[in-house]
């Protein structure tokens, strides 16, 4: 049997090699990278640019195709190597024949990644000289020197990153950590190394702001709105607010002039993934840091706050805060004690409030017939009047807020902080003799060592309860503090020192309230144009201070109840 042997009229795609081409120029092209702009001037990034440009021009086989340079970026990932993608792209689109760069490692440190790149441009029939390793992508042995080669670089990038960490923790230990403020609201890097926090005036009156209005009734959603509705922009200088944004602001405890470090961590050096800390690595706490946009109890009774409306959103019928209408969850029904809902007629000839059981007869499954509810519907107009009515009534209850002031700082905030405190002390009492006993060698767990962990359990338990109940009065005193506010300005319009002779008499009830002066001077709102004459009576319906100052109004048979957030109710009429 003969065998004709055809011979091979192409070559086979990804063989090409320098001299297939004959006297044809091979294109070169070079790429450049520096992860950091710390580097020796000889791998800069200038200087490797520099270098290869003069290095291709100077070789008459070879034909310039440029030089692709990244500059500060990591080589553990090639998605975000802008450079090194376009060049990626120019392979493909036939304008490379060979790359040179200085080594694998500033090709890449991902093992995979190297890889792929490598076959893929193999593939093309474009091959990579590695300088360094003295390695060509198109040669036999190519291949596998550059997995081996690559796989250290992998291994050496995650020395590198763990050797980092441990460097920045270190820093954490003594109080020095990284400080990122690239869009962060009120604070700026400041010091002779920008090694500290300061504050940036007219964002942190911003800042101030949020705090007050959320201590308002305000909910971060209503923030946001307002905010965007204002066009101020975003610490990421966008134009929109986001409730989240808001949330992280509240929460952030720099802005009380503490420092907590490594909330975040890097999960993985390859992929750059940034996690929240949830107990994964120690965290680092530096009291007093620097100086505080807010004082530390407003900071922590907004922090109670969001606590107890947290809770009270689990709660039927109780005010969901967030809603655009100002009286949307304030009406309640006098007899049922359900929220009133907005009805608004079909043809908008009227608009008005009703108990869903209002009275009608309803007919059950089994046909039985069931009285409704006796409320009446309210008409929107007469609602809004009995607000403004119930407004006009505050200033003759002036007496009784300042004694009600008085009240809780002298008994129940001062009552709970000394339970807190005796609470505290026997948890630490506690803790400190269960250390003691779980420290010793036993066999299976003491009747004592029970005892402990359920008395612990208890102490917790009152703990919570506590800290919600100063929440509770906490709020209420600063609700108090911004009705007193609210009447200064009213009566200021007409009378001065009536204003005067009030804050005095503060003074004199309450010396302990001035603890936020500060804060509130800086912050004072100032009820928008219309809203009150000039003899400082309201006249218009105003949402803003419906939201900031009412708790509820509830429908009576005759009239209406209105009470406030400052904890008084008055009754006002048709």
Known sequence: MAVQIIKATKQPQGTVVAADRGKEKIRVCAYARISTDSDAQETSYEAQCRHYTDYIMDNPEWEFAGVYADEGISGTSTKNREQFLKMIHDCEAGQIDMILTKSISRWARNTVDSLRTIRKLKDLGVGVLFEKENIFTLDAKGEVLITIMSSIAQQESDSISRNVRLGIQYLMQ????????????????????????????????????????????????????????????????????????????????????????????????????????????????????????????????????????????????????GSADALKGRLVCGCCGRI????????????????????????????????????????????????????????????????????????????????????????????????????????????????????????????ISLVLERAEAANREIHIRLALELLETMKALHDAPYGLKMRKNVEEESPACHEYDEFFSRTKYIPEEGVLDRHGWMVTFSDDLVVRYLENMTVLEEGYEVKFKCGLSVRTGL
């Open 174 to 321: 003594q109080g020095k950590g990284r400080l990122n403020t690239r869009q962060f609201l009120g604070l700026t890097k400041g010091g002779e190394h920008n090694d500290t926090l300061e504050i940036v005036p007219g964002e942190a009156d911003l800042v101030r702001r949020i705090y007050r209005e959320y201590l308002e009734g305000f909910s971060p959603g209503m923030i946001a709105r307002r905010l965007t509705q204002e066009k101020i922009p975003t610490p990421a200088g966008k134009v929109t607010w986001y409730q989240s944004t808001i949330v992280s602001i509240l929460e952030n405890e720099k802005y009380c002039g503490d420092l907590l470090m490594q909330k975040y961590y890097v999960e993985d050096f390859l992929t750059h993934r940034i996690v929240r800390n949830t107990g994964q690595l120690p965290q680092y706490f530096v009291e007093d840091n620097h100086e505080p946009i807010v004082p530390k109890k407003i900071f922590y009774q907004v922090q109670g706050e969001m606590q107890r409306r947290s809770l009270l959103k689990r709660e039927a019928g109780k005010l969901r805060f």
């Open 340 to 463: 009133l809902k907005r009805y608004i007629h079909p043809d908008h000839k009227y608009t008005d409030w009703r108990c869903r059981y209002r009275a009608y007869e309803k007919r059950s499954m089994t046909r039985e017939v069931s009285p409704g509810c006796p409320c009446r519907n309210v008409p929107e107009a007469d609602a809004r009047n009995a607000v403004i009515s119930a407004f006009n009534k505050l200033p003759t209850l002036r007496d009784r807020l300042i004694r009600m002031q008085g009240s809780l700082w002298n008994g129940d905030l001062k009552r709970i902080d000394v339970m807190l405190e005796h609470n505290r002390e026997q948890r630490k009492r506690m803790d400190s003799r269960l250390e003691q006993l779980l420290a010793e060698p036993q066999m299976e767990e003491s009747d004592e060592i029970r005892f402990l962990r359920n008395e612990i359990g208890q102490l917790e338990t009152e703990r």
